[in-house]
C-alpha cells in the first residue's frame, strides 16, 4: 500500500475527530454542489422503476462519514419521492467510516452489508448492485491501481454507476502535489484526478456521461482553526500547522494566491462521472 493510503486511513479514526469536523465545516459544501447539480430524484425513481417492486441494492464505495446520502437527503427532496427504502451498502477499509456513514444515513437509505476494504481488494458476485457510486472517494487509489480498482467497481456494478472526483486543476488536487514538493522532497503518491478516472474508463471500454461543476470553498481568514484543520485533511498531515505550510517555499505562495480580501477562497473543479452497463 502506499504511504498516502496508509496515512488517509490512520487519519479516519476517533482521535483525528476534530481536524475532521473542521474539514467537513468547509467540505460540506462538495457535497451539497453534488446534490444541487443534477436532478438526483428522478435518477433514483428511474433505477427504482427498472427493478420493479423489490428494493433498490446500491453500494457506496469509500463511504467516508456518509455525507454524500446526507446531502441528498438535505437537497434533493428525496422525500417526496417514490423511491422504496434503499438496501445501502458501505464499502470501506475504515471500520471508523463505515460505523459513523451507517449511523448518518438518512431516510430512504437503510444501512445494509459492510464490507472493510479497499476496492481494490473487493470481491462479490458480478452484477450484485443496481447503484454503485464513488463520491470524493478514489483519491487514495494509485494510477498503477486504478485499472484493477475500477473493474472491481465495474463488476458489482449491474446498472447504473456514479463517480465524483476532483479534476488535476482543483485545489484538492494540486494542494497535495505541492505538499508532497514542499515537505516530502517530491517523494509520495499523488492523488489520483478525474482525468486520470476517465482515461481509464475508456481502456476498460466503458460508456460513461461526464459534467463538470466548478465552485468555491472557504471561510473568513479568522476561522484559523477551521482552515489549519481542513487544509491537514486534505494532505493527511496534522503534523504541519497553518503557519508552516505558509511560510514554506512551495505550499507558502500557492495558499496565499488563495487568501483574498480578508477570505480563503480554494477553488474546485470537479467531474460528474455518470456510467451506464
Given amino acids: 500500500m502506499s504511504e498516502t493510503f496508509e496515512r ?7 482521535a483525528r475527530r476534530r ?19 443534477f436532478d438526483w430524484k428522478s435518477w433514483l425513481e428511474s433505477r427504482q422503476a427498472d427493478v420493479g417492486d423489490r428494493q433498490l441494492k446500491l453500494l457506496d464505495v469509500a463511504c467516508g462519514s ?49 464490507y472493510e476494504t479497499t476496492l481494490q481488494s ?3 458476485p458480478e452484477s450484485a448492485f443496481d447503484v454503485v457510486w464513488a463520491t470524493h472517494a478514489l483519491y487514495a487509489i494509485p494510477e498503477a491501481e486504478l485499472m484493477g480498482g475500477l473493474s472491481r467497481f465495474l463488476t458489482a456494478l449491474g446498472g447504473s454507476g456514479f463517480i465524483a472526483h476532483a479534476s488535476a486543476a482543483a485545489h484538492y488536487l494540486r494542494f497535495y502535489k505541492f505538499y508532497l514538493q514542499g515537505f516530502k522532497n517530491g517523494e509520495g503518491v499523488p492523488y489520483s484526478s478525474a482525468e486520470q478516472i476517465m482515461a481509464t474508463l ?18 473568513a481568514d479568522d476561522a484559523v482553526e477551521q ?3 481542513y ?14 505550510m505558509i511560510t514554506n517555499p512551495v505550499t507558502g505562495p500557492f495558499l496565499r494566491s488563495c487568501h483574498q480580501n480578508g477570505r480563503w477562497r480554494f ?3 470537479v467531474m460528474m462521472i455518470f456510467i451506464c452497463t
Fill in 8 to 14: 488517509s486511513c490512520a487519519h479516519w479514526s476517533e
Fill in 19 to 37: 481536524e475532521m469536523d473542521h474539514f467537513y465545516a468547509l467540505a460540506s459544501i462538495d457535497y451539497r454542489h453534488l446534490a444541487e447539480a
Fill in 66 to 114: 456518509g455525507k454524500f446520502p446526507v446531502a441528498l437527503s438535505q437537497y434533493a427532496d428525496l422525500a417526496s419521492s417514490s423511491i422504496k427504502p434503499i438496501d445501502y451498502a458501505l464499502l470501506d477499509p475504515s471500520a471508523f467510516s463505515i460505523a459513523e456513514a451507517r449511523q448518518a444515513l438518512p431516510e430512504p437509505f437503510e444501512a445494509g452489508a459492510e
Fill in 122 to 124: 473487493f470481491t462479490c
Fill in 202 to 219: 475508456d481502456r476498460l471500454g466503458v460508456r460513461y456521461d461526464a459534467r463538470e461543476i466548478v465552485y468555491e470553498n472557504g471561510a
Fill in 227 to 229: 482552515i489549519e484543520g
Fill in 231 to 244: 487544509l491537514q485533511r486534505c494532505i493527511f498531515d496534522d503534523t504541519i500547522d497553518l503557519a508552516q
Fill in 267 to 269: 477553488s474546485q473543479r
